[in-house]
Structure formats: C-alpha cells, structure tokens
C-alpha cells in the first residue's frame, strides 16, 4: 500500500496560530478549539492576538446566510494582515475567499499556490468511532457497500446497483433535518452496521466533490472507492489504500471489485494508519498547521490576472444557484407543512 507520505516541513520554530471565525455560530471552529487542546504533537500552538500570531485562521462552516463570506472579505483582520490570513472552507461549492484549506474545491478550479485540499474537521455519526478494531478477523458479509442519497448523477448509478447487492440502500427519502431522534438513531446504527460488515465502502461524491463517508471509512478501517472525477487528494498521506473509479464506471463495479477481495482488508489497515497519523483528534490540529505552513511558503505574492477572473466567474456562478437552491428549499419546506399530518390531540 505504501508508506504514509506527511511532507516534511522542515520547521525551525513553532507556529502561533490565531483561531478565529467572522460569524456568531462557528461549529468547525469550536471543533478545532478542541482539537488543538487535545494535540499529542506540541509543535505548535493557539495563541490568543493576531499581533504576534504568525497564522490567522478562519474556521468556518457553510454559511447559508451569507454564501459569498461577505462578512470575511470585509473583516478587520483580513485587511490588517492579507499576508498572513487564511481559510479552511468546507462548503460544498466554494470560490475561494481566502488561500486556505478547501474540502470541495474541484479540480477545474483548484490553484496549488491559493488552496491545499483538506478532509472534513468533524464526521456526524459518532457510531463509526467504534466500528474498527485491531486485528479483526470477521466475516464481513459485503463486498462492498453504500448508504445513501442521490445527492450528486452519479449516486443515481451506484444506487442502481442494490439490485445486485443488498448493502445498498437508498436514503433520498429520509431527511435527516425532519425526523425524530429515534429515527436519527436507527439511521446512523444502520450506516454503522452496514459500514462495519463490509469489505470495500463506496464513497461518491455528493453536492461537493467530496464526503463525510471518504473519512469515516478511513476512521473505520474500511477500504474507501473514491467516485468524484474532480475530487483533488489531500496531501497529508499517500493515498495508495484506496481505489478510485470514474463517475461512468461505476456499472463495472462489482465485478472490478471482486476481483480485487483479497486486498480489502489491507487497504483498509492502511487507510486506518493514515487517519490515525494525520486526521485523528489527537493529530489533526498540527496537520492543519502544517498544511498551512506548506501553502504559506508556496503561495505566489499575487494571484495572477486570469485566476482573479475565474474567481470572480465562480464567485457569481454560485451565487446564481445558491439562490436558486435556497429559493427550491423553501418550496419544499412550504409543501410539507401543508401536507404534515394535523395534531388532533
């Protein structure tokens, strides 16, 4: 499978990282606040004044209310230091604000000296923490497996496969935003469940060029099918482990992988080791400062004419459907309250 491949930086003194975020509810910033306490490494460290911080990082969600970061564009501290502000981004369909870490930027669009490829800060089923184990010998009764919508085309034809495999399920149906606790639980058992009997796990991409799903099987020690043709590989770690297919492929998936059983369960040891060197709770807050550190040294002093015009072109392009995307939302929503059954008690 190969070795783990983290660059070597070749840092001569620690980062002091400055973590902060332009709006009032940051998730992904409390989670690397957590992070950076929980960090076994120690070669850097939170410091708490962007005046002597030598990093300033935005850790921001997706903000719906404010889909082109206007907030961050016009931010004291992106103005005061522009040499040394930086993003992690993991909305699905980003432009890039700031040079930073991107989870979804396409390959099309993705600028080596304004954007490193990075996974996402946080996984949201908790039960994936417990499905690996050390030297397990299981059965596993799946070859390989999918639970999940058709977010993205070419979920339509990995879904098209559960006629040939009971381990693919279709979730179009369930909205995990409208549902009981309890059904939010049976779902996340049954992703689990499902996860931890299989040999391989299908990760194709949904809205964004990647997924919650490509990390949670590496946390699980799953061997990961990457379908995403403009998914862009993180750095951090030789992906060696997993096999990627195109997006037109995936008709031939069960007979590529079945000739290719007996590798699952090594890919899936190494996918675990690189999860547990670069992206577990106790490593990933120096992986994120490396990667920093690594963009720092690379980036250009400016960005070029013609990258600012793409910029500028995505920028309004994803603002267009954004728009359009929340305006189909709301229909949606409105639908369903007229529909919802009526309280009689």
């Known amino acids: 499978m190969g070795d783990i491949c983290f ?3 070749n840092l001569d003194f620690d980062m002091k990282l400055f973590l902060t975020s332009a709006y009032d509810v940051h998730t992904m ?15 850097h460290e939170v410091c708490y004044s962007a005046d002597e911080a030598d990093i300033i990082l935005f850790v921001e969600d997706g903000q719906f209310d404010d889909y082109l970061y206007k907030q961050i564009q016009m931010h004291t501290l992106v103005k005061r230091f522009p040499e040394k502000v930086f993003m992690y981004n993991e909305v699905d369909k980003p432009w890039c604000v700031l040079p930073g870490l991107y989870c979804n930027m396409p390959q ?6 304004r954007q490193i490829a990075f996974p996402m800060l946080t996984v949201p089923n908790e039960l ?4 690996y184990s050390a030297n397990d010998t299981s059965e596993r009764k799946s070859l390989y497996s999918f639970v999940g919508a058709a977010s993205h085309r070419c979920r339509k034809g990995v879904l098209a496969l559960a006629d040939r495999n009971p381990a693919v ?17 049976a779902a996340e058992r049954r992703y689990a469940d499902i996860m931890e009997d299989s040999l391989y796990v299908l990760c194709p991409r949904g809205i964004g060029t990647s997924s919650y799903r490509l990390f949670e099987t590496m946390q699980a020690g799953r061997a990961p099918v990457i379908i995403s043709d403009q998914w862009v590989e993180p750095p951090q770690v030789n992906w060696d482990f997993a096999l990627r297919i195109r997006e037109s492929d995936v008709a031939e998936i ?15 040891e190494a996918a675990r080791a690189a999860w547990e060197v670069c992206y577990s709770p106790s490593r990933i807050f120096d992986t994120i400062t490396e990667s920093v550190v690594q963009l720092k040294n690379e980036q250009a002093e400016n960005v070029g004419t013609e990258g600012q015009f793409l910029e500028q072109t995505r920028k309004m392009l994803i603002e267009h459907e954004n728009r359009a995307v929340a305006a189909a939302r709301r229909v949606r929503d409105r639908v369903a309250e007229m529909f919802a059954p009526v309280n009689q008690s």
């Open 7 to 9: 660059s070597d930086f």
């Open 169 to 185: 399920i279709d979730t179009s149906d369930f909205n995990v935003w409208n549902c009981t606790t309890e059904e939010r639980l």
């Open 254 to 268: 069960p007979e590529w992988l079945q000739s290719r059983a007996s590798e699952a369960r090594d890919r899936g």
């Open 29 to 43: 910033l409390d989670a690397l606040r957590v992070y950076a306490e929980s960090d076994v490494i120690g070669r």
């Open 128 to 131: 994936v923490a417990q499905i």
């Open 108 to 113: 099309r669009f993705f600028q080596r000296n």
